[in-house]
């Protein structure tokens, strides 16, 4: 079993096992074909340059769109013209940090500074938002539901399974940020 | 279009300046980055975050200490704001600044939208 996230004098420690670790590069992996997948492959190689992406579409996907969401409420038009300006970079961003957070993931024990924790964050946040929306979460009472399952003797379905490993991101997640919101208040 | 105006600055650079020797720079700037536009009022620009079920608490508060810069009370402050009353305005400033921010808070996973301060 890993051992929680903890902020120390060398930087912020941390410990999983190697099936662990397999798991949630895995699931990084995983949100970066969903986010690689859907970019255009015919692009204009001008609008590239400049971050430009004049096919941006607002995603079909439920958990895409929670990873690219709308930038402005109630305003379809808007919305579409500010994907077009910023959705290229967003998604480059937040492959940037899930690979950045499997490289990370490749070291045992972890011992990682602020910054690399951050980006560690960044990734395992994605993967929850999707975990969370194949998981039909959609209020805090739909979390709270959730969080009792944490036999892993029970994973007999794939929705326990699921839930189980949302569980489990959301533990390496919050000691991940005791440890970052420690060093906020006391930096080295 | 006043969305344009945060790429249209990047475009001088890459069309050939050659007809005119005489450059009105304020024409062209104003031109180009649309600030006659935002300049004409004085309404800011805010971001709101949104809640939802999946950002755990203490992240959203290491995410508005961290980027905003903010002390940890205003941050707890406006992540209690996002979690209990479904949204909180946590920036403002000029359109490009809205949009920057937005933008950020979408890489850090939180949902967050801009619009105009006096919009309801």
Known sequence: MAKAFR????????ELERAERDLVRRLFEDVISMLERTAAADEDPLAALVGLDTNAARPEDSALLRLLPDGVKDDDG????????????????????????????????LLLTPEQAQLLARAINDVRLVLADRLDI???????????IDDWSQAEDLQTYLALVYNFMTWLQESLM??????????? | MEAMSSTIE????LSPVVENTVVDVEAETERYTGTSESTATDVPWVVLVWNDPVNLMSYVSYVFQSYFGYPEAKANTLMLQVHQQGK?????????EAERDTQAMHSFGLWATFRKADQA
Do not use: Y
Request: aromatic letters at 2%.
């Open chain 1, 78 to 109: 808007e919305s579409l013209e500010f994907r077009r300006l910023t959705e290229r970079s967003l998604r480059e961003d937040k492959v940037a940090a899930l690979r950045a957070g499997a490289l990370l993931l490749e070291q045992n024990p």
């Open chain 1, 7 to 14: 902020k120390t004098r060398k930087g912020i420690a941390g």
């Open chain 1, 178 to 188: 005791q440890s970052l919101l420690a060093g906020l208040r006391q930096p080295e």
């Open chain 2, 10 to 13: 990047l475009l001088p650079a």
């Open chain 1, 138 to 148: 959609e209020t805090d009472e739909d979390a709270q539901a959730l969080h009792e």
């Open chain 2, 88 to 96: 909180s305005v946590v920036s403002s400033g000029t359109r490009e």
